[in-house]
């Protein structure tokens, strides 16, 4: 039974599938989803950035091969596929705002906030959290009141 509503960004998606350096970090939460433990929230907007993806070697994978990848994950039953509607863009303008997000950031956390998922998992400022990247804020208040824990694979 799902009891747990979780997010990924693009970057946590783009480690998993293409087994970036930090996919043994996320395997244990992609574990849990397909256990049916958690449900983990993804932004359309993650297919547009996801086809950057690179193996291990640094080489791009071509775009035929990335398209049946990215789909393929998509459509797994524990990933929620969320559009973005004006809801998820006036919020994001306002983070923005507010936390100097760049756009697809902003996007993505606007729409796991809207979503009510307890976690942002992200790897977008591991390393170096400075202003602009998700991992300079802890966590977000979402519209319905509750917080959003924005943390790295290993912190969720």
Wanted: with cysteine; glycine share 6%.
């Amino acid at each position: 039974m799902i009891s747990r509503l979780v997010a990924f960004d693009t970057c946590t998606v783009a480690h998993l599938l293409a087994a970036g350096p930090w996919a043994r970090h996320i395997e244990p939460i992609h574990q849990l989803a397909v256990q049916k433990k958690i449900l983990i929230v993804i932004s359309e907007i993650t297919i547009a950035e996801c086809c950057k993806l690179k193996y291990p070697d640094g080489m791009e994978i071509p775009i035929a091969q990335a398209r049946i990848t990215i789909g393929g994950f998509f459509q797994r039953q524990f990933v929620e596929r969320r559009t973005v509607t004006d809801q998820e863009a006036w919020l994001a303008a306002d983070y923005k705002r507010q936390f100097s997000f760049k756009t697809c950031d902003a996007i993505i956390a606007a729409t796991a906030a809207l979503a009510s998922a307890e976690a942002l998992v992200t790897t977008d400022g591991c390393g170096n959290a400075t202003k602009g990247k998700l991992l300079s804020i802890p966590s977000i208040e979402r519209p319905d009141g509750g917080i959003m824990k924005i943390c790295s694979p290993d912190n969720l």
